[in-house]
């Protein structure tokens, strides 16, 4: 009998390695290929509860509060009395401006010193959160839109679960925004201090980089072997580059443990474990294969639009209730006829 099944190969992953991870952990070594970050750390008590509450609870509107966040905020009717008075009536409900002024206010002079950021916890950024934000994107120009972000993100709250496992203590990170061409991306898999495989992290069909693989090549792996092998205390690592034009500098954008909890995106764990042969592969999206990846990204943690805007607006609630409680009522009337 021949077995038709791939047995999974066993990847075991250290807390150490995982630590390693940690932003704070690495980016001081590497400066110079990240971009410009700063980092609150320790994050206190009443941050983390914040982010752990359920619902998401903005200060008041103020002046620079963006017209996004200033609008959500009259939706629900909050202005600084009603929003005093609501802080009265629950007492362990955390909230910026009393209980972390300095956190906020340190978001605030960061995003004044850097313009737009994009912010992370200790391992993971709100990628699958960017419906919250009218940019669709992680760039917070304001302190409120990140405390959107982050209240909004199923990532964070896993590196919420991480963090209390493994007893560590939380930072935010708040990068300097720019502008990047997600085609340029890739994530680079190294085992043993031997890059095993190269991905494009984008999912879409990029016709021009084809041509370009072989010096792409070259370059990673000049970066694996001058810039992370005598800087990172690790010999496996997975990690997410950005190779602008001209294409002469590659620069870090993070670090991820060597587990198969980091996804493989064009290879499966199993090839990436068990390559031996000399000349690894850098997968690209061809026109050909173009149908299998096309499902949207982060769908799994996404909800749909008038849910979304709903929660933002206390009368769209009220339709979207009244709507669903219709629909099964019909339903319900229907399945008794039959
Ligand atoms: N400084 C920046 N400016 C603009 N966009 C950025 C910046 N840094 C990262 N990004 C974008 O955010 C995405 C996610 O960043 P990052 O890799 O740090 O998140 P992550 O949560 O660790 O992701 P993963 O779970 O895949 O490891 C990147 O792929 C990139 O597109
Ligand atoms: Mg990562």
Redesign the pocket.
């Known amino acids: 009998m021949t077995t038709d099944y791939a047995v999974l190969s066993d990847l075991p992953c250290s807390k150490e390695q995982i630590e390693n991870c940690i932003y704070s952990k690495w980016y001081p070594a590497f400066k110079r290929f990240t971009?410009k970050s700063r980092i609150i750390k320790p994050l206190p008590n009443e941050f983390i509860r914040y982010l752990e509450q359920d619902g998401i609870k903005l200060p008041p509107p103020e002046h620079e509060a963006s017209v996004y966040t200033r609008v959500t905020i009259d939706h629900d009717g909050n202005t600084r009395e009603n929003w005093e008075k609501q802080g009265k009536q629950e007492s362990d409900e955390m909230r910026p401006i009393e209980h972390f002024l300095q956190v906020h206010q340190q978001i605030k002079d960061i995003i004044q010193e850097l313009g737009p950021v994009?912010p992370?916890l200790n391992?993971?950024?709100p990628?699958d959160a960017t419906w919250i934000l009218p940019n669709n994107t992680?760039?917070c120009s304001e302190v409120n839109e990140v405390y959107l972000l982050l209240n909004a993100s199923n990532?964070i709250m896993h590196d919420l679960e991480l963090g209390h496992e493994l007893n560590c203590e939380f930072e935010l990170v708040l990068?300097?925004?720019?502008?990047?061409n997600?085609a340029l991306?890739f994530r680079i898999f190294v085992k043993d201090g031997k890059v095993v495989g190269v991905s494009q992290?984008d999912l879409n069909y990029y016709h021009y980089l084809h041509p370009l693989a072989d010096q792409f090549k070259n370059l990673f792996d000049r970066f694996v072997k001058e810039v992370m092998i005598p800087r990172f205390p690790d010999k496996s690592f997975v990690i997410?580059v950005y190779l602008p034009r001209p294409f002469e500098k590659v620069y870090l954008?993070?670090i991820?443990p060597f587990t198969r909890k980091?996804?493989p995106l064009l290879f499966s764990w199993n090839e990436l474990i068990n390559f031996e042969a000399e000349g690894y592969d850098l997968r690209l999206i061809s026109e050909n294969n173009i149908g299998r990846f096309a499902s949207k990204e982060h769908s799994e943690n996404q909800v749909p639009r008038d849910v979304v805007d709903a929660s933002l607006d206390p009368n769209a609630i009220r339709e979207l209730a009244e709507k669903w409680t219709k629909l099964l009522e019909q339903q319900q009337a229907e399945s008794d006829s039959e």
């Open positions: 971009p994009t992370k391992w993971s950024s990628r992680t760039k990532y990068r300097q925004w720019f502008a990047l997600p991306e992290r997410d954008i993070d991820n980091t996804d």
